[in-house]
């Protein structure tokens, strides 16, 4: 097991500790070696606008992008400097659940914070639409997070293997 997939494995493991979906993870990604490797990009910028960044140059389709989004913002907090509802995306932020897009649905009305990404999620019909569903579904949610989790993190990783992969073991192991 390689520290990139540390890494990996520890975001799956948080999303389950929090109470999300269970997702099926395979080892093999390959560590970065040495600067000329290293991913290169913007300078962090504040509310988590990099990882929306990041995730719009994708091309996701819309119910990919929605839950993405909102595994982001349902747990967690968007700044440590603050305290109470203006410091997190919703009411429990140790909790991964669709209360986010709950919230999303209120706009100016919700108590805590929305980012301008939040605000412009509300204002595209089609990611709208998965906004609506994910409030009403939250089993829907937690399956399409987890798709889109697992292929985002296998993006660009050949050779990847898993227990639950039948076809790649080798008397039992590998």
Same mark, same amino acid.
């Given at each position: 097991?390689? =520290?990139? /997939?540390?890494? #990996?494995?520890?975001?799956?493991?948080?999303?389950?500790? $929090? +109470? +999300?979906?269970?997702?099926?993870?395979? &080892?093999?990604?390959? %560590?970065?070696?040495?600067?000329?490797?290293?991913?290169? =990009?913007?300078?962090?910028?504040?509310?988590?606008?990099?990882?929306?960044? #990041?995730?719009? !140059?994708?091309?996701?389709?819309?119910? %990919?992008?929605?839950?993405?989004?909102?595994?982001?913002?349902?747990? +967690?907090? @968007?700044?440590? /400097?603050?305290? +109470?509802? #203006?410091?997190?995306?919703? &009411?429990?932020?140790?909790?991964? /659940?669709?209360?986010?897009?709950?919230?999303? &649905?209120?706009?100016? !009305?919700?108590?805590?914070?929305?980012?301008?990404?939040? =605000?412009? &999620?509300? #204002?595209?019909? %089609?990611? !709208?639409?998965?906004?609506?569903?994910?409030? /009403? %579904?939250?089993?829907?949610?937690? *399956?399409?997070? *987890?798709?889109? @989790?697992?292929?985002?993190?296998?993006?660009? $990783?050949?050779?990847?293997?898993?227990?639950?992969?039948?076809?790649?073991?080798?008397?039992?192991?590998?």
């Amino acid at each position: 097991m390689t =520290h990139a /997939d540390l890494i #990996q494995l520890a975001g799956y493991a948080a999303v389950e500790y $929090c +109470g +999300g979906p269970q997702m099926v993870f395979k &080892m093999g990604r390959e %560590d970065i070696s040495g600067e000329p490797n290293v991913v290169k =990009h913007e300078k962090e910028t504040i509310f988590n606008s990099y990882n929306v960044a #990041q995730l719009s !140059k994708l091309n996701l389709a819309p119910e %990919d992008y929605v839950a993405l989004i909102g595994g982001c913002h349902t747990i +967690g907090f @968007h700044s440590l /400097d603050t305290k +109470g509802a #203006q410091a997190r995306w919703t &009411m429990n932020p140790m909790i991964f /659940d669709n209360t986010y897009f709950k919230e999303a &649905m209120l706009r100016d !009305k919700s108590r805590y914070f929305k980012s301008e990404a939040d =605000h412009r &999620m509300m #204002q595209n019909n %089609d990611t !709208k639409a998965w906004v609506e569903k994910y409030a /009403d %579904d939250n089993d829907l949610f937690f *399956a399409n997070y *987890a798709k889109a @989790h697992v292929a985002l993190s296998e993006l660009n $990783c050949f050779d990847l293997m898993g227990e639950m992969n039948e076809e790649e073991r080798i008397d039992g192991g590998y």
